[in-house]
């Protein structure tokens, strides 16, 4: 059987409260034969269960609130539940959700069904035995990508995101907000702000935008994509915001000469996507999306490390997320400097 997010068995005991939880949620008792917290995850902790419930034995994933958020946008667990079950009822390989938690040990959790795979992006983009899902990975990218963005606005209406003006021109304020409230300079990534607010793109309008479609939050076996995880930056935007965000570098797991997310070249995922949407998305949008997503992701890891040195949550992963901050900030400079004419 593939490797099921190769979990860690857990530190402190949270299968009482799980079980209490589950057995609400199943209207009846649910006995956790294993609980073991999946190592990873910078804002939200992910339980993989093993339990008997009144619909049977079920493999369940657990995902629960952490100690704090990387985006000020960040979804709710309850609205996170919400997109998933949308999008799987929309076709995405989305996991089947079975309800949300309100209360797990004092967080809220929501649960669903835990599917096979690898998420661990190194592995995937590295080991022989994902030869052929790489080879098949960048059509099934865009794929999903499609449907993710013909779900209807109006099924998810608390999404954030939506306003007045261009949405990479709602982005790039917010950004500056966020940068501003470090409290300290950090002159590249206010660089490629400028450079942003400088040349906007073309739009391709408003769809729901996953925010975090990448090598390392889909679910991989040997023959291919299974699952699309981590929902909790959906929001309304543009959707060349998703298309380009599997590019930034950080996400090619040190295959860095292979800009899809260290798969291969962008032209089977781009020809595959404008196919399917018709959208004709051009190089020159695709480059400020990824040029975007790099800055996106430099302020995102300051914030993560902003919660280990203020104290809120103790932790060595977020305090490492603010050492990446600078080679996010090195690649800006040098996506910059090529920027096309």
């Known amino acids: ?34 609980a073991a917290l999946i190592p990873g995850g910078a804002s939200k ?21 952490g100690g704090g958020v990387i985006y ?43 599917l096979p795979g690898e998420s661990i992006g190194r592995r995937i983009v590295t080991r022989p035995e994902h030869a052929e899902a790489r080879r098949k990975l960048p059509e099934q990218m865009a794929d999903e990508l499609a449907k993710i963005h013909q779900i209807p606005l109006e099924e998810l209406p608390f999404l954030p995101g939506g306003g007045d003006g261009p949405a990479g021109a709602r982005v790039i304020e917010r950004l500056y ?6 409290g300290e300079p950090h002159p590249a990534i206010e660089w490629g702000l400028r450079w942003l607010r400088e040349h906007p793109p ?37 959707p060349v915001e998703d298309l380009a965000w599997p590019l ?13 997310g260290g798969l291969g070249p962008i032209d089977a995922y ?19 999306w990824e040029l975007m997503g790099n800055v996106k992701w430099a302020v995102g890891s300051l914030t993560q490390a902003r919660r280990h040195l203020s104290g809120k949550e103790r932790s ?16 800006i400079v040098k996506l910059v400097e090529k920027a096309p004419a």
């Open 202 to 238: 073309r739009s391709f309008g408003e769809v729901v935008v996953h925010g975090d479609f990448r090598i390392g939050n889909l679910l991989v076996t040997e023959a291919g994509l299974v699952g699309v995880l981590d929902w909790e930056f959906c929001h309304v935007g543009d």
């Open 316 to 331: 060595v992963e977020l305090a490492s997320l603010g050492r990446l901050a600078a080679e996010v900030e090195y690649e």
């Open 1 to 34: 059987m593939p490797a099921l997010y190769f979990a860690k068995l857990m530190e402190g005991d949270l299968t009482p409260a799980l079980e209490a939880a589950l057995s609400a949620l199943f209207g009846g008792p649910v006995s956790a034969r294993r």
């Open 270 to 288: 781009l020809a595959r996507y404008n196919q399917l949407t018709g959208r004709d998305v051009d190089p020159a949008s695709l480059f400020f």
């Open 248 to 260: 930034v570098r950080a996400w090619r797991f040190g295959a860095d000469a292979l800009r899809l």
């Open 72 to 114: 000020a946008e960040t979804l709710t667990l309850a609205n996170e539940h919400a997109v998933v079950a949308a999008a799987h009822a929309a076709g995405v390989r989305a996991p089947k959700t079975y309800g949300h938690l309100p209360d797990v040990a004092g967080r809220e959790a929501f649960v669903m069904e835990r």
């Open 177 to 182: 907000q966020e940068v501003d409230s470090l």
């Open 45 to 65: 902790e992910a339980w993989s269960v093993d339990a008997e419930t009144p619909q049977g034995p079920l493999a369940l994933l657990v995902r629960r609130a």
